[in-house]
């Protein structure tokens, strides 16, 4: 079967949407939406046999054969288990979403469509063997998540959001094409596999660095690695299934899926490792820090999502190392990171829906005004409990059993010898400690605020109660996962995460079963990781004890020094000057746009003419002047300078029809019976057309133009009718190449079966033009019905395109 | 825009057919001599102009009840449909077939596609010009 057509299932769901919208009130849409991701995520499961034998499937949809572009899907261990997620996860949210939004009062038109686009990008993106088409979908997650966030479109906030996620991602998607570009050039080819087949050419390329730093942009925009993780704290104002989906546990993680992707072409780098490692644990520290900090269930969330995206970041960075050494202790993160982004989907899905549980039950996510909420919503909190400690990397949780291979590779870095890490090295392991005492803090944070202590005195905006059963499952479904792979890894490793591992350093292995790794929860007492442990749950369990002291800190960073305020000032600057740009040069007179393209066009038109020297003029190939054409030419001329005399505009519009019909003239004089034909009738219509609208119009007069203005658009038109002369007279005088006219001559009757070449013309040989012009004819009829009858009002001034 | 000038009003009554008759005979001749939709559809648009100089924008709603708008979305799927009808029999889109016939009354004929494509031209002109000069027209 050609499984790559299965990439367009969703979209292709996507059109009944409406449909079924409209026509089945009293269903909620999302049980028809459910069955996409359901049988998608049933099919994909038919690969995991491939894959565990290290094999793949591949199915190729041709786009742009001349360019080497087409549509490939390529399920190796890597791809299928993020389409798993993206299936599995998605089905979940679909099935929260039927119970989360309300069927009367959401557009759930626009929002399920919206989500199975998105579902159709992501399949794209993981499963593109083609970078230019993993580019296409790329750029479409970045639209279908900009359309979620903005869902509820008249909310300040999720507009901003919208925006902001938009403008991050976007631009990093483009450095993206830019590295892909340059990639292409150097492998010759598009193709991932082609590309890390001939990997070892690209070293000491000059654009290697390149190239691998502009991707590296695209996968650190996308998965909201620091600097550029301030795009998804604002993206929260999304609805809670949009959240739990696209910003946590699936669109986010492209970004490492690119960096996991592209592994075997760059680990061989330094740069590599120092940005991915170094980058991932910067991200980290920042995120679980300021996750202390807020106070918004959501965003709470949020940082921690970045702070876990960092940590996968840096195991990948990490997993780099084993190319340049032998040590299994490096091999070790490839398969933490792996095995952490499968346990991290689980447990951070069930929280995203447990905070939209509590912000649909409570009427409040803000965790000051929460407390206490154990009692009356016991389901709520046992998921949200097995979900953060999971996060906090406690047992009996899968987060254990991945944090303590996380602290074990960050240990192993210590001993690297190569590129600075002998001096270096020793930060990684200190700063992921700290950073895991402040995740811990964060997960207690979150939960215990919310569900332990006392009610708070002020009343919550909704009397709480426990959540509907169906808003329930999922989130459930997702804690017995995060409880079953504590006591199952080695099954998962063996399924999913060593298949995957193979696919990121296909040169280490041959076989998914050579991936060394034995996950086990206990290492002994001698194991340092369980000290580090032990050590952090200590610490952390103090600092959450003693937060309200030190919670405060946190103000001591003034608003206007963080990385928001510099993103907003960049983006009021850069607004502020676009707009002054653009009025400097937008007047809004149409006048001022013709003197600005008439000028142009004279002055390259003349200056290209002389600098090719092609003003050649041929006396010999005119044809005689007759008397007819003297009359006509004279006319012409008188009724030009009519035009231009003329006081009124009724006066002026006869004198331009006299000049069509003029033309016209020319047009029989010279046997050209097809434009005599349509001159005349054009210039007919359009003198009625100034009739009829002639009430409308204002009455003649100079628009305070002074004697400069005159003489400076008597230049440009003088120039324009100049330069056309001069055009016209060189073309005729030489001609470069046999002339068309014999072709069309010779195949009118036999190809096009057809008598007159200038209708042939215009319906076969140069039919594209055609239907373009009907289609410009077609907009602009709908445009003056925009204009005149919908009469947009005038408010302010009518310049400014803004308002 | 009231007007009641009986000459122009019955010499328009004869003048609209006569016009609209030979632009239905320019648009089929258009493809061995002189004319084709695109001329066509504008002497049809000029005739309908004459009517409304004639008579008031309502008289001519009510004798030709049609939303031009409609007839130019008609027109451009007409054409669009044509040229991507191709695609369907494995060639480039846009490549057009004739062949020729021996019909009743017409005797051999041939019939081409391109008609079909002009047809729509001939639509969409229609519509278009229409579709301006009623909106900027019947504007108060």
């Not at chain 1, 998804?232 to 999304?238: G, H, Q, S, V, Y």
């Not at chain 1, 592209?262 to 995120?287: H, K």
């Not at chain 1, 002998?422 to 200190?430: C, H, Y």
């Not at chain 2, 002497?43 to 708008?69: C, H, R, S």
Request: glycine share 8%; hydrophobic share 55%.
């Amino acid at each position: 079967m050609n499984f790559v057509l299965l990439i367009f299932l969703p979209i292709m769901a996507a059109l009944f949407v409406p449909l079924l919208f409209r026509k089945l009130k009293d269903i909620h849409t999302g049980w028809f939406v459910l069955l996409v991701p359901v049988s998608l995520f049933i099919y994909y499961i038919g690969f995991i046999k491939t894959t565990m034998d290290g094999g793949h499937a591949l199915s190729e949809l041709q786009w742009i054969p001349s360019l080497g572009i087409s549509f490939v899907s390529y399920i190796d261990g890597l791809s299928l288990l993020f389409t798993l997620l993206i299936t599995g996860i998605g089905a979940l949210v679909v099935l929260y979403s039927i119970f989360y939004l309300d069927k009367r009062k959401e557009k759930l038109n626009h929002f399920y469509v919206y989500l199975l686009i998105f579902m159709s990008a992501m399949l794209g993106v993981v499963q593109s063997d083609n970078v230019i088409s993993l580019y296409l979908f790329w750029e479409l997650t970045s639209i279908s998540s900009f359309l979620l966030i903005g869902y509820w479109s008249t909310r300040d906030g999720s507009r901003f959001g919208a925006l902001k996620s938009m403008m991050i991602t976007v631009f990093g998607g483009l450095m993206m094409l830019g590295g892909f570009v340059l990639l292409g050039i150097m492998g010759d080819t598009f193709s991932i596999r082609e590309l890390i087949a001939n990997a070892p050419t690209f070293v000491g390329h000059e654009y290697f660095t390149l190239a691998l730093v502009l991707v590296l942009l695209g996968a650190f925009t996308k998965s909201a690695q620091f600097p550029f993780h301030i795009w998804l704290p604002d993206a929260m104002e999304a609805p809670t299934p949009v959240s739990a989906y696209l910003h946590s546990a699936t669109m986010v993680k492209a970004g490492l899926y690119l960096v996991a992707r592209f592994t075997p072409i760059f680990a061989v780098s330094e740069v590599w490792i120092w940005l991915v490692a170094g980058i991932g644990l910067v991200t980290l520290f920042w995120g679980s820090f300021f996750a202390v900090k807020q106070t918004d269930l959501k965003a709470i969330l949020a940082f921690s999502t970045v702070s876990q995206l960092g940590l996968i970041m840096s195991l990948l960075g990490a997993g780099a190392l084993a190319y340049h050494s032998d040590d299994p202790f490096f091999k070790l993160a490839t398969f933490a990171a792996i095995f952490h982004l499968i346990n991290h989907a689980t447990f951070k899905g069930s929280l995203f829906m447990i905070a939209g549980i509590v912000d649909h039950e409570t009427g409040t996510r803000d965790i000051r005004k929460l407390g206490g909420l154990m009692s009356i919503m016991p389901v709520s909190f046992t998921v949200a409990f097995i979900g953060s400690m999971s996060m906090a990397g406690l047992p009996p949780f899968n987060g254990f059993l991945s944090k303590e291979m996380f602290l074990q590779s960050m240990l192993a870095i210590r001993h690297f010898e190569l590129f600075n890490f002998a001096t270096w090295g020793i930060l990684f392991p200190v700063i992921a400690w700290i950073a895991s005492v402040f995740t811990l803090v964060y997960s207690f944070y979150f939960v215990f605020k919310t569900f332990a202590g006392q009610q708070k005195s002020e009343p919550l905006p909704i009397k709480p109660h426990e959540a509907p059963v169906g808003m329930l499952v999922s989130p459930v479904i997702l804690a017995t996962l995060v409880v079953g792979i504590f006591f199952i890894p080695n099954l998962i490793g063996k399924w999913l995460v060593k298949p995957a591992v193979m696919a990121v350093q296909p040169d280490l292995y041959s076989h998914p079963s050579e991936v060394d790794v034995d996950v086990a929860a206990w290492h002994g007492f001698d194991a340092p990781e369980l000290w580090m442990t032990v050590s952090l749950v200590g610490v952390g369990l103090v600092l959450f004890l003693t937060l309200k002291r030190w919670q405060k800190m946190y103000d001591i960073q003034p608003e206007y020094l963080s990385l928001n305020a510099l993103y907003d000032s960049a983006m009021f600057v850069s607004e502020g000057g676009m707009n002054k740009l653009s009025r400097f040069y937008m007047t809004g007179l149409i006048r001022t746009y013709l003197i600005y393209m008439f000028a142009f066009i004279a002055a390259i038109t003349a200056a290209t003419l002389f600098i090719k020297e092609a003003f050649v003029v041929d006396m010999d190939s005119f044809s005689p002047i007759n008397l007819y054409g003297v009359l006509t030419a004279i006319v012409l001329v008188v009724a030009v300078c009519m035009v231009l005399l003329a006081k009124t505009r009724l006066s002026a519009i006869i004198a331009l029809g006299a000049v069509g019909y003029a033309v016209a003239l020319f047009f029989v004089i010279f046997k050209a019976p097809d434009l005599a034909l349509t001159q005349l009738v054009i210039e007919t219509i359009s003198v009625a057309l100034f009739l009829l609208a002639f009430k409308h119009l204002p009455s003649l007069n100079n628009h305070g133009q002074t004697k400069r203005n005159k003489l400076g658009n008597l230049i440009i038109a003088a120039g324009v009718g100049i330069t056309v002369t001069l055009v016209a007279l060189s073309a005729h005088s030489q001609k470069l190449i046999p002339s068309i006219s014999q072709y069309y001559k010779d195949t009118v009757a036999t190809e096009a079966g057809g008598g007159n070449i200038v209708n042939v013309i215009l319906v076969d040989y140069r039919g594209f033009d055609t239907l373009f012009e009907i289609a410009v004819l077609s907009i602009a009829g709908i445009a003056v019905i925009a204009m005149i009858r919908l009469k947009l009002s005038r408010k302010g001034e009518s310049t400014d395109e803004n308002k | 825009m009231k007007t009641n000038d009986v000459i122009l009003q019955t010499t328009t009554k004869f003048v609209f057919f006569i016009i609209f008759l030979f632009s239905i005979h320019i648009f089929f001749a258009g493809h061995y001599t002189p004319g084709g939709g695109f001329v066509g559809g504008l002497l049809t648009a000029g005739a309908i102009v004459l009517l409304l100089l004639a008579f008031d924008l309502k008289t001519v709603q009510k004798a030709l009840p049609f939303n031009f708008t409609i007839v130019t979305a008609i027109g451009l799927l007409l054409s669009l449909g044509t040229a991507a009808g191709s695609i369907f029999f494995n060639v480039p889109f846009f490549t057009h077939a004739f062949d020729y016939f021996t019909l009743p009354l017409f005797g051999k004929t041939s019939l081409h596609t391109a008609m079909i494509f002009d047809a729509g031209v001939y639509l969409v002109v229609v519509g278009a010009a229409v579709t301006m000069i009623q909106t900027i027209g019947g504007d108060e």
